[in-house]
Nanobody, 123 residues
Framework: QVQLVESGGGSVEPGGSLRLSCATT????????MGWYRQAPGKQRELVAT???????LYVDSVKGRFTISRDNAKSMVHLQMDSLRSEDTAVYYC?????????????????WGQGTQVTVAS
């Protein structure tokens, strides 16, 4: 059974940092590209960062230079280091496996989403 469990969110001031983690079970993690998605209130879910099985990363323009995605195949985990956070980064963050990791196509592989982790950036 596929399980995606996100953690690490919280409330920070603008300019602060957070490190998100996603623990996965029930998937062949090393064979899956992974991605971080986010959904702000009243907005559609968007894919903000992807990482291929070989470690190549892709970011949406709004987070380039501030967010870093990484993966730990030994632990079946994917992380998102978020620096220089802005109010517009406020959202619930989720992980999943994007079907086209070389693009920012938001279509995903696993229908069972985790609970997400809330990130709130406010002064």
């Amino acid at each position: 059974q596929v399980q995606l469990v996100e953690s690490g969110g919280g409330s920070v001031e603008p300019g602060g940092s957070l490190r998100l983690s996603c623990a996965t079970t029930g998937i062949l993690f090393s064979l899956n590209p992974m991605g971080w998605y986010r959904q702000a209130p009243g907005k559609q879910r968007e894919l903000v960062a992807t990482i291929t099985t070989t470690g190549d990363a892709l970011y949406v323009d709004s987070v380039k230079g501030r967010f870093t995605i990484s993966r730990d195949n030994a632990k079946s985990m994917v992380h998102l280091q978020m620096d220089s956070l802005r109010s517009e980064d406020t959202a619930v963050y989720y992980c999943n496996a994007p079907v086209k990791p070389a693009t920012l196509d938001p279509r995903f592989r696993y229908n069972k989403w985790g609970q997400g982790t809330q990130v709130t950036v406010a002064s």
